[in-house]
Antibody, heavy 122, light 108 residues
Framework: EVQLVESGGGLVQPGRSLRLSCAAS????????MYWVRQAPGKGLEWVSG????????RYADSVKGRFTISRDNAKNSLYLQMNSLRTEDTAFYYC???????????????WGRGTLVTVSS | EIVLTQSPGTLSLSPGERATLSCRASQSVTSSYLAWYQQKPGQAPRLLIS???SRATGIPDRFSGSGSGTDFTLTISRLEPEDFALYYC?????????FGQGTKLEIK
């Protein structure tokens, strides 16, 4: 059974940093691209970032480019999101998601974690 | 970027009825790379359909997707009580991937 478990969310002041983690199990982690997708409370879904199986191809939404860094550790079956210079508009549930296709960045998401809430507020 | 517009915003139906949800793209979606997700309160989204019409693993056959180009449809043939939820479409044929604003399917 595929499981994705996010952690690291919390309350942080504007301008500060936070690092999210996602622990994956139930599939061959290093065969798949992985993503972060966020959802502001009561709002719709927004793709944030994606990383290929071998970390050679990384993409960001314009709204986070230059502030967020995605990474992965295939030996630990883990995905990360380093979030710097946080803004109030970054407040959202952050979901870790798995690509639906093997060995490529296809940008659709066949399994999701339950999410972790990041609140940016003074 | 491609803007997806879902309609209606809210759909009120009864169990056993047929639901038709629409997703319209501002530009043609490459290779019909269009997905549908279901989200219930307090839960993560769940993939229903990919490539416009391919059901995901474990999804009942009362869910079907169709369409191409700029117009796509999710149909639920006979609504079950557990189908009342939020539904999002998403295109992944062009970068960045984008989502529609959602259709809320509520019990009439």
């Amino acid at each position: 059974e595929v499981q994705l478990v996010e952690s690291g969310g919390g309350l942080v002041q504007p301008g500060r940093s936070l690092r999210l983690s996602c622990a994956a199990s139930g599939f061959t982690f290093d065969d798949y691209a992985m993503y972060w997708v966020r959802q502001a409370p009561g709002k719709g879904l927004e793709w944030v970032s994606g990383i290929s199986w071998n970390s050679n191809n990384i993409r960001y939404a314009d709204s986070v480019k230059g502030r967020f860094t995605i990474s992965r550790d295939n030996a630990k079956n883990s995905l990360y999101l380093q979030m710097n210079s946080l803004r109030t508009e970054d407040t959202a549930f952050y979901y870790c998601a798995k690509d639906g296709w093997e060995l490529t960045l296809k940008f659709y998401f066949d399994y999701w974690g339950r999410g972790t809430l990041v609140t940016v507020s003074s | 970027e491609i803007v997806l517009t879902q309609s209606p915003g809210t759909l009120s139906l009864s169990p056993g009825e047929r639901a038709t949800l629409s997703c319209r793209a501002s530009q043609s979606v490459t290779s019909s790379y269009l997905a549908w997700y279901q989200q219930k309160p307090g839960q993560a989204p769940r993939l229903l359909i990919s490539s416009a019409s391919s059901r995901a693993t474990g999804i009942p056959d009362r869910f079907s997707g169709s369409g191409s180009g700029t117009d796509f449809t999710l149909t639920i043939s006979r609504l079950e009580p557990e189908d009342f939820a939020l539904y999002y479409c998403q295109q992944y044929g062009s970068s960045p991937p984008t989502f529609g604003q959602g259709t809320k399917l509520e019990i009439k």
